[in-house]
């Protein structure tokens, strides 16, 4: 069966057992449930970290791990930044409780950003954006392009809720040619809300052209 093609607006995304359901209204007026594979991450960085206990760490929790390099805000040094990518979005919540208890509250960035949040930052994908996407048969997502942007002042919106909210789109586009998405290392670190100690650092990853601030 060849790719279905398909323009509307995200409804809403929610985590499932192996990525995120998207649910997308086609400009038809049809409400249909997509699925991504995808897989939140976080970060922990400082230089007290050991590459030996944080690998061992990543496979005690069955977590992908890759190594970045992270500025510090005031000092202007580069300290490492290791990305825990979990193996579904249902894990995120345990896995960062278990970080904290064994590298300390103070090791821990990006650390409070809901899979949702990261899964709208990977792809684009965000509710009320207005969409083109490309999914196979079975509803999985193979590619998207934004036909808006979420900075736009007025956003037109599905046409059910354009009494409630009213963006206007430019044309931004993004597209994602891949059936698995992961939130690679983030391009900007921020402490999670809560954790002790006063260090901002902002990482970035050598892939991206240019870096965007991801605000926990």
Known sequence: MPPLA??????????????????????GGETVALSGSFRPSFVLAGKHLKEASLRAASARWNCSLSLGEGTGFYSGRTVPAWTFTVAAPAFLGTTVRKAEKAFGPEALFNADIAPEQQFAHATGLYPFAHADVECDGDGTILSSR???????????????????????????????????????????????????GGNFYQAFCGSLRKPIPIFS
């Open 6 to 27: 398909l323009t509307g607006w995200v409804f809403d995304i929610i985590p499932d057992t192996d990525g995120m359901t998207v649910w997308f209204r086609t400009d």
């Open 146 to 196: 934004i036909l808006d942007s979420p900075w736009d002042g007025m956003h037109r919106g599905p046409p059910s809720l354009r009494h409630c909210s009213g963006w206007k789109g430019r044309g931004i586009r993004r597209t994602v040619g891949s059936a698995r998405w992961s939130s690679s290392p983030t391009e900007s670190l921020t402490a999670s809300s809560g954790m002790k």
